[in-house]
Each structure stands twice: as C-alpha cells, then as structure tokens.
C-alpha cells in the first residue's frame, strides 16, 4: 500500500478511533501528512547532498598509506613489486616484475612514483643481495617508467623498443636504450627474458615480457585483470586493433602458466580473453 492510501485510511479512520470532532481529526491528519512529508524530503536530500554523505578517506591520505611497495611472490625467482599512484581521482596499484638470477636482478617496468622506485633499489639489497643487471620498460606511461631517471643516475641499463624511446622523451620520461625491435632475446645469467611486440593495444607501443623457464607471462597495461569492469585509461589505445594483438599473444604463448596484468592480480590466459570481451563491449 502507497503512503497515499495510508494516510486517507487513517483520515477516515481517525473520528472512530479516537472520538474526537471533525475539527481534530483534519489537526491530526495534517500533523501526519506534515511528518510524512518532512521524512520524504529527508530521505531525498540525503541521497542527494554530498554533505550529508560521509566523505571517503582524501587522495593525499590513501597515498601516504599506499606509498611503499607491495611485493607479491610468484615463483622462487619471480616476484610482483606493486607501486601506487593516482589517476582520475582514484587510487590504483600498479605491478612490475623482479626476476633474480644466479648474477643479478631484472626489473620490468618502474615504480609508479619516484620515491617508491627509491624504496625498490633498498628492497633488493635488503631482500635479495643482488645487483640490477637492467631494466625493461613496457611503454611510455609513468605508470611504467615514472622512475626511470633514478635508473639512469645509477648506471643500470634501461631497454625499450625504438617507439618507446621516442614517446618517452617526448613525454618527458627520460632516455631508454632502444634496442628490443632487434634483440627480443636477452641473457640473464641462469635465465633468459624475451619480449614481444603483438602490435597497438592499450597503447601503440606496447610490449608483453615473457620469461620461457617459469613460464611466466607479462603484460603490462595490455591486459586486463579478472576484476577489471573496462579497460581503463584508453587515451592511447587502439580499441580497433588491440584485440588482434591479443590473439597474437594467444598463439605465441599458449603454454604461459601464469599472466600479470599491469593492474590487479595475476592468474592464467583467461585474464587475455578477458580482455577481449572487454573489448567486444567497448566496441559494440
């Protein structure tokens, strides 16, 4: 019943109920629709008024909690470094790779920030005790290579693919050393890295890094994790081709056991067909 026949039920009601004259009855009916009313407009203006809305935990807050580094085990050799940064008003997680080896460290992709990529270079040492032998960065995105110059000022070698190179120093991201459009095979003492251009996607240059001897799968920005609802920041994208390029990756790795997304949490390669049905949506 709507409150419209609830209150002409107790208006007819009312003289019967309480034995009072006419005169009371419409007193008391209006005292009655008054409070309804008051409730209603209540109701709405909470729904409506950010005011009155509790206010969730500011930006600057969240990234004070969220500046050090996760660090997420895969396999003995691989692990996730998983940075923070912020964008459109949110605050989201990033993840690279650690891969170690029998004569040193192999990142994939930096930090989000410079003061986490700071935190990395200590957590290596602390954990690990090894050296970086390089650094391989997946596109020009400060998601990706926001620490770069930090890896500059120490002497560690940053790779990239020529299209990298050039969006980075346009973007201001700082100098790669492009050599990965021809050397997609690189040594690694007791492991080997190999990286792989599927073609435009999330971006136009990005690459995925896959490491053959765990079986581990990297792909950036370019895929997508099972909780993803969209696809994200598509300023660069190429929603027409990016899926191709997924099918590409598909065919090249069918044995991949593990697959990182640049965002959210690792799994299998239904995090690429996943990626393709966000696409399908997007594009329909």
């Given at each position: 019943?709507?409150?419209n ?18 005169k ?84 994939v992709?930096?930090?989000w ?11 290596i040492?602390?954990k ?19 620490g770069v110059?930090?890896?500059?000022n ?9 299209l ?9 991201f ?12 690189l040594?690694a003492g ?5 990286v792989?251009y ?22 950036g ?7 993803a ?51 399908v949506?997007?594009?329909?």
């Open positions: 019943m709507d409150s026949k609830i209150l002409n039920s107790i208006k007819s009601r009312l003289p019967k109920l309480f034995h009072i004259n006419l009371s009855s419409i007193l008391i009916f209006s005292l009655i629709k008054l409070l309804f009313i008051g409730v209603s407009i209540f109701h709405c203006h909470w729904q409506k008024d950010p005011d009155l809305i509790p206010t969730p935990v500011s930006i600057e807050k969240d990234l004070q909690k969220s500046n050090h580094l996760e660090w997420i085990k895969i396999k003995e050799s691989v692990w996730i470094h998983r940075s923070f940064g912020e964008f459109g008003g949110q605050i989201y997680s990033a993840n690279g790779l650690v891969v170690l080896t029998n004569k040193g460290v192999v990142v992709d930096t930090p920030t410079e003061s986490q990529t700071e935190e990395l270079f200590s957590e040492q602390a690990f005790q090894k050296e970086i032998l390089y650094v391989i960065v997946t596109h020009a995105h400060d998601d990706r290579m926001a110059s930090l890896f500059q120490r002497n560690i070698p940053i790779y990239s693919t020529n990298t190179a050039k969006l980075a120093k346009e973007r201001g700082g100098k790669t050393n492009p050599i990965l459009d021809l050397q997609t095979r040594g007791n492991q080997s890295v190999e792989f599927p073609g435009p996607g999330h971006s136009a240059d990005n690459i995925v890094v896959w490491l053959p001897d765990t079986h581990i799968l990297f792909g920005c370019f895929v997508k994790s099972l909780d609802k969209d696809l994200g920041n598509t300023k660069d994208a190429n929603l027409e081709e990016w899926e191709n390029s997924l099918k590409r990756v598909l065919a090249r790795y069918p044995d991949a056991e593990v697959v990182v997304p640049g965002h959210g949490d690792w799994g299998k390669l239904d995090l690429l067909r996943h990626t393709i049905r966000l696409l949506a997007a594009n329909h």
